[in-house]
């Protein structure tokens, strides 16, 4: 069952938490902008992040693999 509505935003905004403390240690964050009706959810890197040249991988390999572990119906990750 996809969540819809708040309930997808809240488990979205959870599982950033997770992976928050990671960015913040090297002086980035993460915004959640949006989410897409085709289930793309919409960042903005902060910090270090918005600036770092790792921030590609930073965006694959922890954000948006946590938020595809926690809902599997996301389709993609994207930085705005």
Partial sequence: MIETGKDLRAKIESTLETVRPYLQADGG???????????????????TCST?????????????????????AITAVVAI
């Fill in 29 to 47: 964050d993460v915004e959640f902008i949006d989410v897409s009706a085709d289930m793309v959810v919409k960042l903005k890197l902060l910090g």
């Fill in 52 to 72: 770092c040249t790792m921030s590609r991988f930073t965006m694959k390999a922890g954000i948006e693999d946590s938020l595809k572990k926690a809902i599997p």
